[in-house]
């Protein structure tokens, strides 16, 4: 994403043999005494303006923000990327499906519905013991796992095929993502 960078805060940063692009909150005036979640809002803002839905005026606006005036003006965030629990990311999942049928229904391209910033899902595995104090106890209890959430995995595992810049990330305890990544494919 190219920003419209009204205020001249577009850099590079160079660290070693690698460049970076920034963008410098000194090019915009007011952002110095701002708390630090707010610097961070203001260079998303100056990041992604586009002179559309994020404006100059919404850096203004937040440049020179009031700890004690009531909010007048919306400031838009723009995440690089989403990352999710499980808990929260298979209803999201759910939803897209959804909207994805209904687009369907009324003659559009469900195809066009994806998530609009790269999104990942961490699958949480549920603490429950079935076998110990034997060698294969940690195979067998991954085994349970799976046989209990069979047809969630299988419907993340579609999410993740369906959606443009959706990953589902499969983590067992005590294992790699790597190892735990081989075993999402091979099981689901």
Request: net charge negative.
């Amino acid at each position: 994403m190219s920003s419209v960078d009204t205020f001249g805060s577009k850099g590079t940063l160079e660290v070693g043999e690698n460049s970076y692009e920034i963008f410098r909150l000194s090019a915009v005036e007011g952002t110095a005494r701002l708390p630090y979640s707010l610097k961070v809002l203001a260079e998303n803002l100056l990041r992604t303006e586009d002179g559309a839905n994020i404006t100059a005026d919404h850096v203004r606006a937040l440049a020179s923000w009031d700890p004690d005036a009531q909010p007048d003006t919306e400031i838009q965030f723009t995440p690089a990327r989403v990352i999710m629990q499980d808990f929260t990311g298979v209803p999201c999942v759910v939803d897209l499906a959804t909207m994805r049928e209904a687009v369907a229904e009324l003659g559009g391209d469900p195809e066009r519905i994806n998530p609009l910033a790269p999104a990942e899902m961490v699958i949480d595995h549920s603490v429950q013991i079935d076998v110990a104090g034997r060698r294969d106890a940690f195979e067998r209890n991954v085994e349970f796992e799976y046989q209990r959430n069979h047809e969630r995995y299988q419907f993340l595992r579609w999410g993740q095929t369906a959606f443009d810049d959706f990953k589902v990330v499969p983590r067992a305890p005590g294992s790699s993502t790597r190892s735990t990544s081989s075993t999402w494919r091979a099981r689901s």
